[in-house]
């Protein structure tokens, strides 16, 4: 029996959209796709996940890929947190599964510098009954590391969880620790799986 609701962050709760806020930056595409290349789209963003590097470590990683960019990089670098937009039903899905008696986690792969320039896109936060982002474990989904951080951390038996995440590897890694899983498509579509789960 379904216990507990355990939520990915991005994509399920709040957009990151950092496509949109460099729109915003208004880079030329040339321009664009160096930073992109040089942030959020290598292999150190996964490292600024984790947490294990510090914030200048990070910054001079992306600095050394797109060193003609550094004026560019800066400017996202410094206003992080507009990537974040909370989805509109957040507050009130959390709520909901609450008021119904089920309890519900957050598990979600977040850097420490953007947790806290997002701090109000996740005001839910003070919400749930408990939340590991990966910046606190230094492990990253799908590595079983951060789920047993979770699953450890608030005493919780797995075949009581389902795991609801917009990343299909992320899934499976739950899924191998004995979880219900629902992969994240619409609040709509997740909506009918936990219902088929048995949640209500």
Known sequence: MIKHVIFDVGKVLVDFDWQGFFDSLEFPQEVYDKVANATVLSELWNEFDRGRMSDEEILA????????????????????????????????????????GYQVYLLSNYPRRLYFQSIEELAFVEEV??????????????????????LKKYQLNPTEC???????????????????????????????????????
Request: net charge negative; aromatic share 12%.
């Open 61 to 100: 990683g992306f600095l050394k890929k797109a060193p003609d960019c550094e004026q560019e990089i800066m400017r996202f670098w410094n206003n992080i947190g507009n990537c974040i937009k909370r989805y509109d039903y957040a507050f009130s899905w959390i709520r909901e599964l609450r008021e119904k």
């Open 129 to 150: 009954d408990g939340a590991i982002f990966s910046y606190e474990v230094q492990a990253v989904k799908p590595e079983p590391e951060i789920y047993e951080a979770l």
């Open 162 to 200: 389902v795991f609801v995440d917009d990343n299909r590897g992320n899934i499976i890694a739950a899924n191998q620790l004995g979880m219900a899983t629902i992969h994240f498509h619409t609040k709509s579509q997740a909506e009918e799986e936990l219902k088929s789960l048995g949640v209500r």
